[in-house]
Nanobody, 127 residues
Framework: QVQLVESGGGLVQTGDSLRLSCAAS????????MGWFRQAPGKERDFVAA????????YYADSMKGRFTISRDNAKNTVYLQMNSLKPEDTAVYYC????????????????????WGQGTQVTVSS
């Protein structure tokens, strides 16, 4: 089992920055990939970014490239999502997820690849 706890969400204005954190505990040695997803009201849960736990390779949704940065601190078992130049359309609940088996990177964008999820943290960007 892997437990995930997100933090760092809040209410910000257009153009502001936020850094989300996701602290992992439990069988963290089994984690292969960590991902961030977001879900706006009435919409599906969309892929934001992912990072391989070992090696640190990163993957982004095309619309996030350049504004969002995913990183990890293995010593703290924590993954971060730095979000810059925030827009009202970034408003959503942001979820952290962990996958514990190997897969081709193509599958990192799908929610079904991840077996563990955090409770989510709300990000609201006002115009």
């Amino acid at each position: 089992q892997v437990q995930l706890v997100e933090s760092g969400g809040g209410l910000v204005q257009t153009g502001d920055s936020l850094r989300l954190s996701c602290a992992a505990s439990g069988r963290t040695f089994s984690v292969y990939v960590m991902g961030w997803f977001r879900q706006a009201p009435g919409k599906e849960r969309d892929f934001v970014a992912a990072i391989r736990w070992s090696g640190g390779s990163t993957y982004y949704a095309d619309s996030m490239k350049g504004r969002f940065t995913i990183s990890r601190d293995n010593a703290k078992n924590t993954v971060y999502l730095q979000m810059n130049s925030l827009k009202p359309e970034d408003t959503a609940v942001y979820y952290c997820a962990a996958a514990t088996y190997y897969s081709a990177s193509y599958y990192y964008t799908g929610t079904s690849y991840y077996g563990y999820w955090g409770q989510g943290t709300q990000v609201t960007v006002s115009s």
